[in-house]
């Protein structure tokens, strides 16, 4: 019986794609050219937090270093960095997640909240809350990306 199920299962998945997308799970574009699919964050659950933990375990120590990531279907993260000439080698901290500034982050940096502040207006941003994550790089450069505005 089990042989069975398993046989039948199989077919199923092979012939009706969605299904098989539903129950095997899919591998999933979080990272297209440099921007994060806020959307399939949101969706798949990850934080900012766990997105950076991924990145660094793979010796990629900001956001601004990655071309395309792929969470794959164990749980992984496949990633493939910016040209050379794209990318700043600079150590980078998270200064605001998700709209919030994360003042302990900041400690002993030559940033404040007001000089972050202006950077985001500076990008085109009216405040800190439009923004879903920061990071300042120690060549002095500030990473923003904005929260999606739908």
């Keep these: 019986m089990w042989t069975a199920l398993s046989y039948l299962f199989e077919k ?10 539903m129950a095997e799970g899919r591998t999933v574009l979080l990272i297209n050219d440099g921007k994060v699919n806020q959307d399939l964050m949101e969706k798949y659950d990850i934080e900012y ?11 990629i120590f900001s956001l601004s270093e990655v071309k395309y990531a792929l969470l794959e279907m164990n749980g992984s993260l496949s990633v493939m960095r910016k040209s050379v000439e794209e990318q ?5 901290v998270t200064v605001i997640d998700k709209g919030r500034v994360l003042e302990e982050s900041m400690r002993g940096r030559p940033m404040n909240k007001e000089q972050i502040q202006k950077r985001v207006k500076e990008q085109g941003l009216k ?14 450069t500030l990473y923003i990306l904005p929260k999606n505005m739908s």
């Design 12 to 21: 199923v998945t092979t012939h009706f794609v969605k299904f098989g997308n």
């Design 49 to 59: 937090t766990q997105l950076l933990f991924m990145l660094r375990q793979q010796n």
């Design 88 to 92: 700043s080698s600079a150590f980078s």
């Design 127 to 140: 405040s800190i809350e439009d923004v879903a994550y920061a990071e300042f790089k120690e060549d002095g």
